[in-house]
């Protein structure tokens, strides 16, 4: 026995040049898990968030309560989103190596997370994301041409320049402006489905943090909020196993699951297999009605792996196994929603071949267009007078006279 | 000036079904100072919530609930307890609508009792206005007396630009002149102690001259305002005094027209003095003012200390630093 006190420090399961290692991960067989009625309450449900609800088997056939039975179209169009978010983020990255974009993040992995649950929400529904949720953007009807130019602070930028690349926004999309200052929107999508609570609506709300924001105190607001006033809200946290170089055992401790987070609130947990897209989709939906019922928050997990290096400005190899996602037991999105569809018969290698050489040209076709409205190095240029507008709804006189100012400067007066 | 502020809550609600009021203690209990006495038996639990003690929660779910088309007033108990909010409103509520080009924005007002004189010990008597008033994008609003405190606040919650509302709660009751001996006066002979009962506003961004005079311009605003009128029946000198009332955005040609009539200044706050918003305004008072100065602003405020419980009246810039203050500037140059 222990007689001293001891600090834990939590530590990965794998470094560089050592044998990736998942075995930390608690899986259950896809369509092990039950599906309670969306009434069913909190305490009676404890299980799903330590399970994890799976639809895809490693067979490709959709198993148990949780299939969300998607006709062809609907997984089509689910394929074909996820396909375009990666395309558009292989290439973005590409033009940021080359100097032509100054940051950019992919969401490689985890394309699932933001296309199902997407589709499974209402357009009136309102969206409150990370930084890793562009599909969301493009699926709610932001242009690919529209996405460049904010990458590229150009003139046709929605942000006119006062963002990072990949902080988009979309007001008739309804999909909220990224912040980034990690997990502020949590609080935020609790008090915007409050309100619309409280107007009668049937809206609900939807956020998104990764495993290392749910340390920040705004997830634990959010979260106490939601359960007191039982806020029509989906609260998801994407636990793609790497907050940068902090492993999610830094930010769980290695005791409990994310979707646990909840309970002792009385919030009900669900651990979703975030690499499968009919698992996601389902359980949103589910979340979704248990919301809309009056039923209250739900805490989503979704267990994923994020693909890529945190962002341009990171790089992976020097914390973790170069080949880690390689072993990850949850595989890749994209390529078991293709194999599914394969074994249904309603897809092709071929198919799915041509398709992501349309989403190439569609996304070139894109790009070619976004620099015509300027880039890095050539104009068009935004008018750097702009920088001074929506400070206040009206410009205040010390506004006015700094930009003038600035101007003068400019012109070299 | 308690009922002024719990009017101009009543009046705005009754015509705006979207302005909404959330903080801890404000709905059956009415507030810890009673500013929202009685209007959740009067707009309902939906409109008045009592919310749970996190004000970063608060002050996130009321940026929420903006965005959705309402029009919060979030109450921060004391301004000493608005630090777990910080991030959101610098982050979030200062800089949506700059950052979403006005797609995003919320008008959310955040009230919070300030300033000390009320044996509160140092985290229940700060004055934290000059920490907001560095940041781009709010409005930040201090009222001297009840009238004002009404049309302010009205203003503040129209005011589709977050504003941060300070309450300095040492005049909730009665004006204040800096010496705790004397027995508390209430706001009944104060010529701004009267309130209509109906709608009116006092704009955002404009200064008021609370006493004419010729020979020294006293900037200040809050509490000190009472200060430095009493300071200036003692002294005798001739001040003119001008309340900020907006300490963001700021009134500056009023300040200016002041102070080149007299060409003397003496800046005051209850905050304390280093870094504080007073230097702002002595900054700014000698740029535009500085050929018609006679003599070097001055500043009164709170020593660089917490603002210690035992010794509240020998922290809390009164009567005989005010008057002090006053002397050194008609002393020099």
Not at chain 1, 44 to 65: C, Y
Request: charged share 20%.
């Amino acid at each position: 026995m222990i007689t001293k006190s001891r600090l834990q420090i939590p530590r990965p399961t794998a470094r560089p040049g050592e044998e990736p290692d998942f075995s930390y991960l608690d899986l259950s067989p896809a369509g092990s898990v039950d599906k309670p009625s969306t009434d069913a309450r909190t305490r009676d449900i404890q299980h799903l968030s330590s399970g994890l609800i799976r639809v895809l088997d490693d067979d490709h056939t959709a198993k148990g309560q949780w299939n969300p039975n998607l006709d062809t179209t609907e997984l089509q169009v689910g394929l074909r989103w996820m396909l375009l978010n990666r395309v558009f983020d292989e290439r973005m990255w590409q033009i940021q190596r080359q100097g032509r974009i100054s940051f950019y993040m992919q969401a490689l992995g985890e394309e699932a997370i933001s296309i199902a649950q997407g589709m499974a929400l209402r357009p009136g529904d309102m969206c409150f994301p990370s930084y890793r949720n562009q599909g969301l953007y493009m699926y709610r009807g932001v242009s690919l041409v529209d996405m460049m130019c904010q990458c590229l602070s150009n003139t046709q930028d929605m942000c006119q320049g006062r963002q990072l690349p990949i902080m988009y926004q979309s007001k008739s999309g309804n999909v909220f402006s990224v912040s980034g200052n990690l997990g502020t929107q949590y609080p935020h999508a609790v008090g915007w489905a409050m309100a619309s609570a409280i107007k009668g609506e049937d809206h609900i709300a939807a956020s998104w943090v990764g495993d290392g924001t749910t340390s920040e105190a705004d997830f634990h607001h959010a979260l106490t909020f939601a359960a007191i006033y039982q806020s029509p809200v989906i609260l998801n946290v994407v636990n793609n196993q790497w907050a940068i170089s902090t492993f999610q055992g830094t930010a769980a401790g290695q005791r409990r699951a994310f979707a646990a987070r909840g309970l002792g609130l009385g919030i009900p947990g669900l651990r979703v297999d975030g690499n499968d897209f009919l698992a996601i989709y389902s359980a949103t939906l589910w979340a979704a009605d248990r919301a809309r019922r009056g039923g209250g928050p739900t805490l989503i997990e979704l267990v994923t792996y994020r693909g890529g290096a945190h962002s341009t400005s990171d790089d992976p190899t020097k914390y973790r196994p170069k080949d880690e996602w390689a072993s990850f037991p949850l595989g890749d999105p994209i390529e078991r929603l293709k194999q599914h569809m394969i074994s249904e018969g309603h897809w092709s290698e071929a198919k799915h071949e041509k398709l992501i050489e349309e989403l190439r040209v569609e996304v070139t076709t894109a790009w070619k267009k976004a620099q015509k409205y300027g880039t890095m190095t050539e104009g068009p240029w935004l008018d750097p007078g702009t920088m001074f507008d929506d400070v206040y709804a009206e410009m205040p006189q010390n506004l006015e006279s700094q930009r003038r100012r600035m101007l003068e400067i400019e012109r070299g007066e | 000036m308690i009922e002024a502020i719990r009017s101009a809550h009543d009046i705005v609600m009754d015509r705006d079904p979207s302005v909404v009021v959330l903080g801890e203690d404000v709905g059956y209990f009415g507030g810890v100072f009673r500013c929202t006495d009685g209007l959740q038996r009067t707009y309902g639990e939906h409109r008045v919530i009592d919310a749970p003690i996190a004000e970063g929660g608060i002050s996130g779910a009321a940026i929420g609930m903006g965005v959705n088309g309402l029009r919060p007033i979030a109450e921060i108990q004391f301004a000493d307890y608005i630090y777990p909010g910080f991030d959101q409103i610098v982050s979030e509520l200062a800089r949506l609508r700059y950052r979403s080009c006005g797609d995003f924005f919320s008008p959310v007002t955040i009230r919070t009792p300030c300033g000390g004189g009320i044996r509160g010990g140092q985290t229940h008597s700060q004055s934290p206005e000059g920490i907001f008033t560095h940041v781009s994008g709010i409005k930040v609003v201090m009222p001297s007396n009840p009238y004002d405190a009404k049309g302010l606040l009205i203003s503040s919650i129209e005011s589709d630009d977050p504003v941060i509302f300070f309450e300095p709660k040492r005049i909730y009751n009665g004006p204040f002149d800096g010496d705790p001996e004397k027995p508390a006066v209430s706001w009944n002979s104060h010529p701004k102690g009267e309130v209509p009962e109906g709608h009116y506003t006092v704009p955002l961004g404009q200064a008021d001259i609370a006493r004419e005079g010729e020979d020294l311009t006293i900037v200040t605003y809050g509490t000190l305002v009472h200060v430095a009128i009493a300071a200036a029946k003692e002294t005798g000198v001739d001040c003119e005094i001008i309340d900020v009332r907006t300490m963001a955005p700021l009134d500056v040609a009023t300040l200016a027209e002041s102070v080149k009539k007299t060409g003397r200044c003496l800046v005051a706050h209850e905050a304390t003095r280093f870094g504080g918003y007073g230097a702002e305004l002595a900054a700014t008072i000698q740029k535009e003012c500085f050929y018609h100065l006679e003599a070097p602003i001055s500043r009164v405020a709170g020593w660089d200390t917490p603002y210690p419980h035992a010794f509240e009246w020998q922290y809390f810039p009164g009567l005989k630093r005010m008057s002090a203050g006053i002397r050194r500037v008609m002393e020099a140059g």
